[in-house]
């Protein structure tokens, strides 16, 4: 029962607001190791994740997206293999079946990715800085810096180009 003292506190004769103390210290150390879990440390520093920061304006799937989702999403992220977060894994061996054309959890009635449909991927709405098409749901990536514009538009381009997996 949460607010009372286990009998091995009530022995060692904490008195129960030190215990409750103790058990509030306890849950936020827990909340604040979740919070870190998901976060990309790195870009704090730089914006971009440690990628170019250009606009791609014909972009590749291998060579200009996938290292986007694993630098940005996956590595030290919320879409990593053990985080998983949404059901979603955006790793290297993943990243693109886990998208194009897969219906979105958040908003099940949006694809994840639409090919040649930008404006109607979830996934680019979910990182622009517009919040009202988001439904409430905060933007990605959740506990790291903001994709930078040229990221947004390399992303953008790749869609409406037919999101290739070349």
């Known amino acids: 029962m949460i607010g009372r003292a286990s009998p091995d506190v009530r022995r060692a004769g904490l008195p129960r607001r030190v215990a409750r103390w103790v058990l509030v210290a306890g849950v936020a150390s827990a909340a604040a190791a ?9 870009a704090v520093d730089d914006p971009a994740g440690g990628l170019p920061d250009v606009e791609v304006a014909t972009p590749s799937f291998e060579r ?8 940005r999403c996956a590595t030290g992220g919320c879409h990593s293999l053990g ?6 894994v955006l790793t290297e061996d993943s990243a693109y079946a886990a998208t ?9 009635g949006l694809l994840r990715v639409r090919p040649f449909r930008a404006d109607s991927s979830w996934l680019i709405i979910m990182v622009e800085p517009d919040p009202e098409p988001r439904d409430g749901h905060p933007r990605m990536p959740l506990a790291s810096t903001p994709l930078t514009p040229n990221q947004i538009a390399t992303l953008v381009n790749w869609i409406n180009q037919g999101a290739r997996p070349e």
């Open 83 to 88: 985080r998983q977060q949404g059901g979603l």
């Open 100 to 108: 194009v054309d897969r219906p979105s959890t958040l908003h099940p």
């Open 34 to 42: 979740a919070a870190a879990a998901c976060s990309d440390f790195a």
């Open 64 to 71: 200009d997206v996938r290292p986007i989702f694993v630098k």
